[in-house]
């Protein structure tokens, strides 16, 4: 964890995306991801959070948007995911998409932002995502691709979530990362043993900026994407 820094102080220190359950140290954000198999068993979670079917899910039975729903609808389910597409894992495309689609209409409905796993199917997804532009946006969560790739994404109004790999001192991510622009990024920690201090250590020094001025642009595309009423809010549950 890191020491000395003032943004630590603060309340607003975001991991965009995780599979863990704890809700973090004292002014941290935590978005915890949970898959439609896990809410299924659930009863009731206070944290942050977002929910969806992921495309591996999606060829399963028992699959109940209805009940989805009723997750999403609850004021600390922040976002609608992780959803998406998936070339190398799960039901053939066709069936990837419908599920994709039923979910980017319920984010629509409720006004909740996307977050998206997508593996080789990124013309796909940015068809898909023309087809619903009132939702407010959707974010590419453990970003991992080309310059190209990135700039591609931006273009077509998505965000790109960074996260451990980028302490795996690949210099390849780390020039994709430094191009990004800052009003487009978000950091995540998802499966990965590195807190989120350590991967704002790093992403800071990629780009050349301290910890704190990365804090504050991340921050502000928590607002915007978010609204500027989330933060607050959820740091008053804290």
């Known amino acids: 964890m890191l020491s000395g820094g003032s943004y630590l102080e603060s309340y607003d220190m975001i991991d965009l995306h995780t599979h863990q359950s704890w809700p973090g140290y004292s002014g941290m954000i935590r978005i915890r991801s949970f898959q ?6 659930l ?3 206070t944290l942050p959070f977002s929910v969806g ?9 028992g699959l109940d948007l209805a009940l ?3 997750w999403i609808q609850q004021p600390n389910c922040l ?3 992780e959803s998406g597409l998936d070339k190398l894992r799960g039901p053939v495309l066709e069936v990837q998409i419908r599920w994709l689609m039923a979910q980017a209409q319920l984010a629509m409905s409720h006004s909740k932002p996307m977050i998206i ?8 997804l940015i068809t898909i995502r023309r087809k619903f532009p009132e939702v407010p946006a959707w974010i590419i969560h453990g970003f991992r691709g080309k310059a190209e790739l990135a700039a591609q994404l931006v273009r077509h109004g ?3 979530a960074f996260g451990t790999a980028l302490m795996e001192e690949s210099a390849a991510l780390a020039e994709v990362f430094a191009q990004v622009p800052v009003t487009r990024l978000f950091l995540e920690t998802d499966e990965g043993d590195a807190t989120i201090e350590e991967v704002y250590t790093i992403a800071a020094s990629i780009r050349q900026i301290t910890p704190e001025q990365l804090q504050t642009a991340i921050i502000n ?5 978010f609204g500027n009423d989330v933060l607050p809010r959820l740091a008053s549950t804290h």
Do not use: M, Q
Not at 221 to 225: A, D, E, L, P, S
């Open 36 to 41: 439609f198999s896990e809410i299924a068993e």
């Open 158 to 160: 998505f965000y790109l």
């Open 68 to 70: 989805l729903e009723r």
């Open 221 to 225: 595309n928590f607002n915007t994407v």
């Open 117 to 124: 796993h997508c593996v080789r199917y990124w013309n796909e």
């Open 53 to 61: 079917i992921h495309p591996w899910e999606a060829g399963d039975g």
């Open 79 to 81: 976002a609608v995911g």
């Open 43 to 45: 009863k009731t979670f």
